[in-house]
């Protein structure tokens, strides 16, 4: 595996942020973008342990969801 990759949305009500790996089960939230980089980068150290091949490259997408009034 070379790379991970997680969907990050921003709770509009709340504030912060969260975090999902496509196709694995690590889930992370943060309050700012820098403290979601860091959680999302301690889940996946959590998540792979020594006998699994990890992601040499963690990408984030970023999903904003917008409603418009027609």
């Known amino acids: 595996m070379t790379e991970i990759t997680f969907e990050v949305t921003?709770?509009?009500?709340?504030?912060?942020f969260s975090a999902s790996a496509l196709g694995y089960g690590i889930h992370t939230q943060g309050d700012s973008v820098e403290e979601i980089h860091r959680n999302v980068k301690e889940a996946v150290d959590c998540y792979f342990d020594d006998t699994m091949p990890r992601p040499k490259l963690i990408r984030l997408h970023s999903v904003r969801d917008e409603v418009l009034v027609a």
């Open 10 to 16: 921003e709770d509009e009500v709340d504030g912060g």
